[in-house]
């Protein structure tokens, strides 16, 4: 009887019927140089050699690395809890704690270099620093200066006003913000608050700009340009979340008015501008792009939930929601460069805005984690867990990520070589 042998099934059979072509490819090496063992090893080395490949940026929980180990490096316990992330200049760390000093400590270690203290106490969400010097506002309503290096007072101004949120050190001049209205004060919202430019030199008021709002945010520079937010008060307007705001631009020499435009999205966070738009966001739960010509709203998009800050680089803003959400969106049109969601449980949102650096986007979420993801597309690249609470995000410098928690305790963390 003649046998009949079933049909053989080509290549392309198996490619058409959906087969992987991972296992195509091991097919023919194996169809090829099933009478030669040899070859089936280095086939099959070959073939997995390529899904490793393929598949080095996939892990099940999405992260290229997944959860790693950051190096501690060293902690200090100071008086009060941290309202503002310390930051990092060089090889020093520098901060504020809630009620206590002003301090620079060695990045290495933590010794401390020097610390200011005043008998009125400082604003600790004033801290900023440019290349040469140390800025802080004290609860007199004065604005400090002190060497970055050694901590030697420089000059102090009193401007009568008290100043809660930081001054912007730019080209020589420090343009601070001053408030009617805030914690541990009386609050006055039928005054006004100014802007004023002072010399960095030497402390001297270069000009001052009177608004119509009684608190002002820390103002952005672009382009000989300041963009400065603020709230006022008008009983005319009900407005159920949010309040009268505006924004003006002013000259960056004289303080003189460009154009001022009005809004109801409440108290300004955060503001950051381009060559062509101006963005912000306010108390409402939107981000908006201003024209920088004349200020006319040329789009608004929703966050969904509240946006505690936002950083910008070139065409594009980088911010996180309450609802677990991160955003990258362009600052032409407001539409989305891509969109992350944070992990491990609803309401685990990014605290602060994110630090970017070499083509990362670094932040401290509100269960500890700390997260690094892919600037450009969003792709999650790491994770690590803390166990830190704090009430605000994380400093960044010389690979090194330092937090403030909110028992006043600082913790500094090294970056593994092999991740960075």
Same mark, same amino acid.
């Given at each position: 009887?003649?046998?009949?042998?079933?049909?053989?099934?080509?290549?392309?059979?198996?490619?058409?019927?959906?087969?992987?072509?991972?296992?195509?490819?091991?097919?023919?090496?194996?169809?090829?140089?099933?009478?030669?063992?040899?070859?089936?090893?280095?086939?099959?080395?070959?073939?997995?050699?390529?899904?490793?490949?393929?598949?080095?940026?996939?892990?099940?929980?999405?992260?290229?690395?997944?959860?790693?180990?950051?190096? =501690?490096?060293?902690?200090?316990?100071?008086?009060?809890?941290?309202?503002?992330?310390?930051?990092?200049?060089?090889?020093?760390? =520098?901060?504020?704690?809630?009620?206590?000093?002003?301090?620079?400590?060695?990045?290495?270690?933590?010794?401390?270099?020097w610390k200011k203290s005043i008998q009125?106490?400082?604003?600790?969400?004033?801290?900023?620093?440019?290349?040469?010097?140390?800025?802080?506002?004290?609860?007199?309503?004065?604005?400090?200066?002190?060497?970055?290096?050694?901590?030697?007072?420089?000059?102090?101004?009193?401007?009568?006003?008290?100043?809660?949120?930081?001054?912007?050190?730019?080209?020589?001049? %420090?343009? *601070?913000?001053?408030?009617?209205?805030?914690?541990?004060?009386?609050?006055?919202?039928?005054?006004?608050?100014?802007?004023?430019?002072?010399?960095?030199?030497?402390?001297?008021?270069?000009?001052?700009?009177?608004?119509?709002?009684?608190?002002?945010?820390?103002?952005?520079?672009?382009?000989?340009?300041?963009?400065?937010?603020?709230?006022?008060? &008008?009983?005319?307007?009900?407005?159920?979340?949010?309040?009268?705001?505006?924004?003006?631009?002013?000259?960056?020499?004289?303080?003189?008015?460009?154009?001022?435009?009005?809004?109801?999205?409440?108290?300004?966070?955060?503001?950051?501008? *381009?060559?062509?738009?101006?963005?912000?966001?306010?108390?409402?739960?939107?981000?908006?792009g201003l024209s920088r010509i004349n200020?006319?709203?040329?789009?608004?998009?929703?966050?969904?939930?509240?946006?505690?800050?936002?950083?910008?680089?070139?065409? =594009?803003?980088?911010?996180?929601?309450? &609802?677990?959400?991160?955003?990258?969106?362009?600052?032409?049109?407001?539409?989305?460069? #891509?969109?992350?969601?944070?992990?491990?449980?609803?309401?685990?949102?990014?605290?602060?805005?994110? %630090?970017?650096?070499?083509?990362?986007?670094?932040?401290?979420?509100?269960?500890?984690?700390?997260?690094?993801?892919?600037?450009?597309?969003?792709?999650?690249? #790491?994770?690590?867990?803390?166990?830190?609470?704090?009430?605000?995000?994380?400093?960044?410098?010389?690979?090194?990520?330092?937090?403030?928690?909110?028992?006043?305790?600082?913790?500094?963390?090294?970056?593994?070589?092999?991740?960075?």
């Amino acid at each position: 009887m003649k046998r009949i042998l079933p049909e053989k099934k080509s290549h392309y059979f198996f490619l058409r019927q959906g087969a992987s072509p991972l296992l195509i490819l091991a097919r023919i090496f194996w169809s090829y140089h099933h009478r030669r063992w040899i070859f089936r090893v280095f086939g099959c080395f070959i073939v997995f050699t390529v899904i490793q490949i393929i598949h080095t940026d996939i892990r099940a929980d999405g992260f290229k690395h997944g959860e790693i180990s950051l190096l =501690y490096q060293w902690s200090l316990q100071t008086e009060g809890p941290f309202n503002q992330a310390p930051e990092i200049r060089g090889n020093k760390v =520098y901060g504020i704690p809630q009620k206590s000093a002003l301090f620079s400590l060695k990045l290495d270690d933590g010794t401390l270099i020097w610390k200011k203290s005043i008998q009125a106490g400082w604003w600790d969400r004033t801290l900023a620093l440019d290349e040469e010097k140390v800025y802080a506002a004290s609860r007199k309503a004065g604005l400090f200066a002190f060497d970055l290096n050694s901590g030697k007072e420089i000059w102090r101004t009193d401007l009568g006003i008290q100043v809660q949120v930081r001054p912007l050190p730019v080209n020589g001049v %420090v343009y *601070t913000p001053s408030t009617h209205v805030g914690t541990d004060i009386p609050s006055h919202h039928e005054k006004s608050a100014k802007l004023f430019a002072l010399d960095a030199v030497d402390g001297s008021i270069l000009w001052a700009h009177e608004s119509h709002c009684y608190a002002l945010q820390t103002p952005f520079y672009r382009n000989g340009v300041i963009y400065l937010a603020g709230s006022y008060f &008008n009983p005319q307007l009900d407005i159920d979340e949010g309040g009268p705001m505006s924004i003006e631009a002013l000259d960056a020499e004289t303080g003189e008015i460009l154009w001022l435009t009005h809004g109801t999205d409440g108290f300004v966070k955060s503001i950051y501008a *381009t060559d062509h738009e101006v963005i912000y966001i306010g108390y409402q739960d939107f981000v908006n792009g201003l024209s920088r010509i004349n200020g006319v709203r040329i789009w608004r998009r929703d966050t969904g939930n509240w946006v505690p800050d936002l950083a910008g680089l070139e065409g =594009y803003v980088y911010f996180g929601s309450a &609802n677990t959400m991160v955003h990258a969106r362009r600052t032409a049109d407001g539409s989305a460069i #891509w969109e992350y969601n944070i992990p491990w449980g609803s309401f685990n949102y990014l605290l602060g805005k994110p %630090v970017i650096e070499e083509g990362r986007l670094y932040f401290l979420t509100q269960r500890g984690q700390v997260l690094a993801l892919n600037q450009g597309t969003g792709a999650p690249l #790491w994770y690590a867990q803390t166990g830190l609470a704090s009430r605000t995000g994380l400093g960044y410098g010389n690979s090194r990520i330092v937090i403030g928690d909110m028992k006043g305790k600082l913790h500094t963390y090294l970056i593994p070589k092999s991740i960075r």
